[in-house]
Protein backbone atom coordinates (compact mmCIF):
# COMPACT_ATOMS: atom_id res chain seq x y z
CA UNK A 1 0.00 0.00 0.00
CA UNK A 2 1.61 3.12 -1.46
CA UNK A 3 2.17 5.64 1.95
CA UNK A 4 2.50 9.38 1.21
CA UNK A 5 3.29 11.48 4.72
CA UNK A 6 3.39 15.43 4.95
CA UNK A 7 5.61 16.70 7.88
CA UNK A 8 2.37 18.35 9.57
CA UNK A 9 -1.01 18.98 8.98
CA UNK A 10 -1.06 22.24 10.29
CA UNK A 11 1.54 25.11 10.17
CA UNK A 12 0.96 28.72 11.02
CA UNK A 13 3.52 30.93 9.92
CA UNK A 14 4.16 34.33 10.00
CA UNK A 15 4.91 37.10 6.55
CA UNK A 16 8.11 37.00 5.91
CA UNK A 17 9.30 33.66 7.55
CA UNK A 18 10.98 31.30 5.53
CA UNK A 19 8.65 27.96 5.63
CA UNK A 20 9.84 24.36 4.98
CA UNK A 21 6.76 21.39 4.07
CA UNK A 22 8.47 18.04 3.75
CA UNK A 23 6.84 15.23 1.82
CA UNK A 24 7.99 11.64 1.81
CA UNK A 25 6.78 8.41 0.14
CA UNK A 26 7.77 5.05 0.11
CA UNK A 27 7.06 3.53 -2.81
CA UNK A 28 10.51 3.88 -4.90
CA UNK A 29 8.23 6.39 -7.55
CA UNK A 30 9.93 8.84 -9.94
CA UNK A 31 7.50 11.42 -10.06
CA UNK A 32 6.99 13.79 -6.94
CA UNK A 33 4.36 16.77 -7.09
CA UNK A 34 3.28 19.71 -5.09
CA UNK A 35 -0.18 21.27 -5.52
CA UNK A 36 -1.84 23.83 -3.58
CA UNK A 37 -5.85 23.69 -2.80
CA UNK A 38 -7.70 26.55 -2.77
CA UNK A 39 -12.24 26.83 -3.09
CA UNK A 40 -13.35 27.31 -6.45
CA UNK A 41 -9.74 26.81 -7.81
CA UNK A 42 -9.11 23.04 -7.74
CA UNK A 43 -5.88 21.85 -6.98
CA UNK A 44 -2.89 23.90 -8.91
CA UNK A 45 0.49 22.60 -9.68
CA UNK A 46 3.54 24.22 -8.18
CA UNK A 47 6.32 22.39 -8.93
CA UNK A 48 6.77 18.98 -9.79
CA UNK A 49 10.05 16.45 -10.15
CA UNK A 50 10.69 13.40 -12.28
CA UNK A 51 13.96 12.64 -10.60
CA UNK A 52 16.46 13.07 -8.05
CA UNK A 53 17.57 16.68 -8.54
CA UNK A 54 15.69 17.65 -11.12
CA UNK A 55 12.55 19.84 -10.94
CA UNK A 56 9.66 21.37 -13.36
CA UNK A 57 7.67 24.21 -12.79
CA UNK A 58 4.34 23.79 -12.39
CA UNK A 59 1.84 26.50 -13.35
CA UNK A 60 2.04 28.53 -9.82
CA UNK A 61 5.67 28.37 -9.26
CA UNK A 62 5.80 32.38 -8.30
CA UNK A 63 6.96 32.38 -4.57
CA UNK A 64 8.07 29.02 -4.04
CA UNK A 65 11.23 26.68 -4.79
CA UNK A 66 11.83 22.89 -3.99
CA UNK A 67 14.56 20.61 -3.33
CA UNK A 68 14.99 16.82 -4.08
CA UNK A 69 18.12 15.64 -2.52
CA UNK A 70 16.47 12.08 -2.23
CA UNK A 71 14.15 9.84 -4.46
CA UNK A 72 12.17 9.47 -1.83
CA UNK A 73 11.62 12.94 -0.24
CA UNK A 74 10.21 16.38 -2.02
CA UNK A 75 10.20 19.46 -0.43
CA UNK A 76 8.74 22.61 -1.09
CA UNK A 77 10.51 25.95 0.17
CA UNK A 78 8.24 29.53 0.89
CA UNK A 79 11.26 31.80 0.90
CA UNK A 80 9.33 34.36 2.46
CA UNK A 81 5.66 33.31 3.20
CA UNK A 82 2.92 35.98 2.42
CA UNK A 83 -0.58 36.17 3.45
CA UNK A 84 -1.98 34.92 0.09
CA UNK A 85 -0.16 31.70 0.64
CA UNK A 86 -2.54 30.41 2.96
CA UNK A 87 -3.77 27.75 1.98
CA UNK A 88 -3.53 23.42 1.79
CA UNK A 89 -0.85 21.86 -0.06
CA UNK A 90 -1.01 18.40 -0.93
CA UNK A 91 2.11 16.39 -1.83
CA UNK A 92 1.81 13.60 -4.43
CA UNK A 93 3.62 10.88 -6.24
CA UNK A 94 3.42 8.39 -8.61
CA UNK A 95 5.28 6.15 -10.80
CA UNK A 96 6.54 6.67 -14.12
CA UNK A 97 4.04 4.31 -15.82
CA UNK A 98 3.58 3.36 -19.84
CA UNK A 99 2.59 6.53 -21.98
CA UNK A 100 4.13 8.64 -19.08
CA UNK A 101 0.90 8.53 -17.03
CA UNK A 102 0.11 6.91 -13.68
CA UNK A 103 -1.45 6.92 -10.70
CA UNK A 104 -0.78 9.70 -8.59
CA UNK A 105 -1.46 8.85 -4.69
CA UNK A 106 -1.56 11.79 -2.32
CA UNK A 107 -0.46 13.01 1.12
CA UNK A 108 -3.20 14.21 3.81
CA UNK A 109 -1.96 17.88 2.96
CA UNK A 110 -0.75 20.65 5.15
CA UNK A 111 -3.05 23.45 6.02
CA UNK A 112 -1.00 26.68 6.09
CA UNK A 113 -1.90 30.43 7.60
CA UNK A 114 0.36 32.71 7.08
CA UNK A 115 -0.40 35.32 9.10
CA UNK B 1 -0.77 24.80 -22.04
CA UNK B 2 -4.11 22.70 -21.01
CA UNK B 3 -7.36 23.75 -19.65
CA UNK B 4 -9.74 21.88 -18.19
CA UNK B 5 -13.29 23.50 -17.19
CA UNK B 6 -15.49 21.30 -15.02
CA UNK B 7 -19.34 21.66 -14.56
CA UNK B 8 -21.10 22.01 -12.64
CA UNK B 9 -19.70 23.21 -9.17
CA UNK B 10 -21.70 21.87 -6.99
CA UNK B 11 -24.24 19.07 -7.53
CA UNK B 12 -27.39 17.77 -5.44
CA UNK B 13 -29.38 14.56 -5.79
CA UNK B 14 -31.40 12.36 -3.89
CA UNK B 15 -30.01 9.06 -3.06
CA UNK B 16 -30.52 6.45 -5.98
CA UNK B 17 -30.60 8.67 -8.55
CA UNK B 18 -27.56 9.15 -11.15
CA UNK B 19 -25.47 12.38 -10.76
CA UNK B 20 -22.90 14.07 -13.92
CA UNK B 21 -19.90 15.63 -14.09
CA UNK B 22 -18.50 17.15 -17.41
CA UNK B 23 -15.03 18.13 -17.90
CA UNK B 24 -14.03 19.78 -20.95
CA UNK B 25 -10.45 20.17 -22.31
CA UNK B 26 -8.46 22.30 -24.50
CA UNK B 27 -5.30 20.52 -25.81
CA UNK B 28 -6.16 17.84 -28.33
CA UNK B 29 -2.78 15.88 -27.23
CA UNK B 30 -4.00 15.08 -23.64
CA UNK B 31 -3.98 11.10 -23.66
CA UNK B 32 -5.39 10.55 -20.27
CA UNK B 33 -8.39 11.20 -17.97
CA UNK B 34 -8.20 10.74 -14.45
CA UNK B 35 -11.14 10.77 -11.81
CA UNK B 36 -10.50 11.64 -8.06
CA UNK B 37 -12.44 11.36 -5.37
CA UNK B 38 -11.77 13.92 -1.84
CA UNK B 39 -13.97 12.71 0.78
CA UNK B 40 -13.99 15.54 3.62
CA UNK B 41 -10.87 16.38 5.31
CA UNK B 42 -9.48 13.66 3.63
CA UNK B 43 -7.18 12.85 0.36
CA UNK B 44 -8.16 12.61 -2.81
CA UNK B 45 -7.88 9.12 -4.35
CA UNK B 46 -8.59 7.91 -8.06
CA UNK B 47 -11.57 6.29 -8.80
CA UNK B 48 -11.42 5.63 -11.86
CA UNK B 49 -9.52 6.74 -15.66
CA UNK B 50 -9.55 6.44 -18.87
CA UNK B 51 -7.28 6.68 -21.91
CA UNK B 52 -7.46 8.55 -25.21
CA UNK B 53 -7.50 5.04 -27.29
CA UNK B 54 -11.32 4.36 -25.28
CA UNK B 55 -14.55 5.19 -25.23
CA UNK B 56 -16.17 4.26 -22.22
CA UNK B 57 -15.14 2.50 -18.90
CA UNK B 58 -17.71 0.97 -16.50
CA UNK B 59 -16.83 0.20 -12.34
CA UNK B 60 -19.58 -1.25 -10.57
CA UNK B 61 -21.64 2.64 -10.56
CA UNK B 62 -19.17 4.52 -12.00
CA UNK B 63 -18.53 4.98 -15.40
CA UNK B 64 -16.46 7.87 -17.54
CA UNK B 65 -16.96 8.58 -20.91
CA UNK B 66 -14.52 10.77 -23.34
CA UNK B 67 -15.43 11.95 -26.56
CA UNK B 68 -11.88 13.20 -28.23
CA UNK B 69 -13.60 15.26 -31.03
CA UNK B 70 -15.29 17.24 -28.84
CA UNK B 71 -12.88 17.56 -26.14
CA UNK B 72 -15.07 16.62 -23.49
CA UNK B 73 -15.38 13.56 -20.69
CA UNK B 74 -17.89 12.60 -18.00
CA UNK B 75 -18.21 10.97 -14.88
CA UNK B 76 -21.62 9.36 -14.24
CA UNK B 77 -22.74 7.68 -10.91
CA UNK B 78 -25.71 5.91 -10.50
CA UNK B 79 -27.92 4.96 -8.06
CA UNK B 80 -26.15 7.20 -5.86
CA UNK B 81 -25.64 6.83 -2.08
CA UNK B 82 -24.50 8.88 0.75
CA UNK B 83 -21.22 7.84 0.56
CA UNK B 84 -20.94 9.36 -2.51
CA UNK B 85 -21.16 13.01 -1.21
CA UNK B 86 -17.58 14.55 -1.58
CA UNK B 87 -15.74 16.81 -4.16
CA UNK B 88 -15.02 14.85 -7.75
CA UNK B 89 -12.01 16.20 -9.52
CA UNK B 90 -11.19 15.32 -13.57
CA UNK B 91 -8.01 15.98 -15.10
CA UNK B 92 -5.89 15.48 -17.84
CA UNK B 93 -2.60 14.56 -18.63
CA UNK B 94 -0.83 17.08 -21.64
CA UNK B 95 1.77 15.52 -23.18
CA UNK B 96 4.79 17.92 -22.01
CA UNK B 97 8.10 16.26 -22.95
CA UNK B 98 7.36 12.86 -21.81
CA UNK B 99 6.67 14.51 -18.29
CA UNK B 100 4.42 12.60 -16.16
CA UNK B 101 2.00 16.12 -14.98
CA UNK B 102 -2.08 16.50 -14.46
CA UNK B 103 -4.07 19.72 -14.87
CA UNK B 104 -7.01 19.59 -13.04
CA UNK B 105 -10.82 20.90 -12.65
CA UNK B 106 -11.89 22.81 -10.37
CA UNK B 107 -13.88 20.55 -8.72
CA UNK B 108 -17.40 19.69 -7.82
CA UNK B 109 -18.89 19.20 -4.48
CA UNK B 110 -21.85 16.52 -4.87
CA UNK B 111 -24.21 16.01 -2.05
CA UNK B 112 -25.98 12.87 -2.29
CA UNK B 113 -29.18 13.11 0.22
CA UNK B 114 -30.66 10.40 1.81
Known amino acids: DVKVTQSSRYLVKRTGEKVFLECVQD?????MFWYRQDPGLGLRLIYF?????MKEKGDIPEGYSVSREKKERFSLILESASTNQTSMYLC????WGPGGTDTQYFGPGTRLTVL | GENVEQHPSTLSVQEGDSAVIKCTYS??????FPWYKQELGKRPQLIID?????GEKKDQRIAVTLNKTAKHFSLHITETQPEDSAVYFC?????????????FGAGTRLAVHP
Open chain 2, 91 to 103: AASPWDGGYNKLI
Open chain 1, 49 to 53: SYDVK
Open chain 1, 92 to 95: ASSL
Open chain 1, 27 to 31: MDHEN
Open chain 2, 50 to 54: IRSNV
Open chain 2, 27 to 32: DSASNY
